[in-house]
T-cell receptor, first 113, second 110 residues
Framework: SAVISQKPSRDICQRGTSLTIQCQVDSQVTMMFWYRQQPGQSLTLIAT?????????ESGFVIDKFPISRPNLTFSTLTVSNMSPEDSSIYLC??????????FGSGTRLTVV | SQQGEEDPQALSIQEGENATMNCSYKTSINNLQWYRQNSGRGLVHLILIRSNEREKHSGRLRVTLDTSKKSSSLLITASRAADTASYFCATDHTGNQFYFGTGTSLTVIP
């Protein structure tokens, strides 16, 4: 399956600051996504990262709060901006490939204090 | 493998009919989730059912879970053309790792 490297694996951040999460895939993939997951809960789709164009955001998520970049077919970043304690969560990137279906990164556990 | 398996792989029905999709898994779970994927978009969460629950409803969606048979079903009642999508079950075995099935492609014909 596609191998995803997601960094950082965890971070503790001060409120009001921003954190950028990186997602690197070992092969070119068409579809890349960013999710948020509260522990033990289901995934909430934040946005679809589109290569070379603006990401497609789901209801309740906006670009100013979660800017996403995808400069090429193997790399994407998600920034959590102006963080508050409510942003504490696990953030995951995911890719979809024809051969292997969905693959998820190991996640970034974010704690905002 | 802990991966869930859905059946059927593809389902085509007329608008207004009910659609039933099944998911089977192999090892014990904490919970099971159903997701929908519209073409070109990511997975959207539909319902989460915990291992101690047998049935849950959400609008036109009904999910059942039979832990003795290690299976779950998703029923969409009174289907609409907008329900056309792929549906995936995901099993949560450890609390932080999901295993997705291969999905059921549903086509609702207007």
């Amino acid at each position: 399956s596609a191998v995803i490297s997601q960094k950082p694996s965890r971070d503790i951040c001060q409120r009001g600051t921003s954190l950028t999460i990186q997602c690197q895939v070992d092969s070119q993939v068409t579809m890349m996504f960013w999710y948020r997951q509260q522990p033990g809960q289901s995934l909430t789709l934040i946005a679809t990262a589109n290569q070379g164009s603006e990401a497609t955001y789901e209801s309740g998520f906006v670009i100013d709060k979660f800017p996403i970049s995808r400069p090429n077919l193997t790399f994407s970043t998600l920034t959590v901006s102006n963080m508050s304690p409510e942003d504490s969560s696990i953030y995951l990137c995911s890719v979809l490939t024809v051969n292997y279906g969905y693959t998820f990164g190991s996640g970034t556990r974010l704690t905002v204090v | 493998s802990q991966q869930g398996e859905e059946d059927p792989q593809a389902l085509s029905i007329q608008e207004g009919e009910n659609a039933t999709m099944n998911c089977s898994y192999k090892t014990s779970i904490n919970n099971l989730q159903w997701y929908r994927q519209n073409s070109g978009r990511g997975l959207v969460h539909l319902i989460l059912i915990r291992s101690n629950e047998r049935e849950k409803h959400s609008g036109r969606l009904r999910v059942t879970l039979d832990t003795s048979k290690k299976s779950s079903s998703l029923l969409i009642t009174a289907s609409r053309a907008a329900d056309t999508a792929s549906y995936f079950c995901a099993t949560d075995h450890t609390g932080n790792q999901f295993y997705f099935g291969t999905g059921t492609s549903l086509t609702v014909i207007p």
